[in-house]
């Protein structure tokens, strides 16, 4: 709070207005995008940049206590637990039989790469040992 | 400039509670309730910050955590419908099909991309 650490003033006010930028912007994006797996991608930005920058500008500000180890800890666990809960939601939408919504022009394109490789194992029994190897 | 910090993480939330009202699936809503929590802590950090108590970080590490194990648990209940053990927790009649319900989605989960 010394008037010595200007240079970190600037620094933690420019993460803490980049980390509230990318917060809105993430929001906008979850309203904005058309489905579900482009929502995830809003989510992700919300939950990477907008928190991380957000708690380096808090831990700035903080200076070097108990405090900035506490914004360490918090962190390092928002940064483990937001890919792994958005994984598990993505996951679980999977399983449940929602799919990504193909653009009539590539369904062709997908179906025939889809059955391409439905139809590559069999295919390749002629060399056991230099097949997959490529 | 917390306040600021404070306003925009109140607009996102704003946005996200949107999402979460209107959402057109169920896993659209858990996404946004994850979202929501996140947000959720960074503004128990920053009027931490605003008041000139830096203590209410515990707060929100507290809820960091509840947040992460409240969305696994929902998205488990939403896909095995019970919260213990999924096939202990049936009833003895519908033991089979639970263990082949789980057996089912745990085969799904790990092939991955296989197409459809």
Redesign the interface.
Known sequence: MTASGGIVDVLSWIAIVGGSAFLVIGAVGLIRFPEFWSRLHAISVLDSAGVLLLLLGMGLQGGLSLVTVKLVILGLFLLITGPTATHAVANAAFVSGLRPPIRSEDRAAVAATAAAATREPPASDGGPASGPSG | ??V??AL??G???V??F??LCTG??L??R???V??FG??T??LI??IG?LTGR?DF??I??LY??I??VG??AV?KF??YRALGDPVMTRTPDATPDARKNAVE?AA??GAGSR??
């Open positions: 400039m917390f600021a910090a925009a993480i607009v996102a939330m946005l996200t949107i999402r057109p699936t896993y659209d858990v996404a946004a994850n979202a996140t947000e802590v960074l950090g920053v910050f830096p970080l515990d929100a590490l960091a955590l947040n992460f969305t696994i998205l939403f896909r989605a799904v989960a197409p459809s």
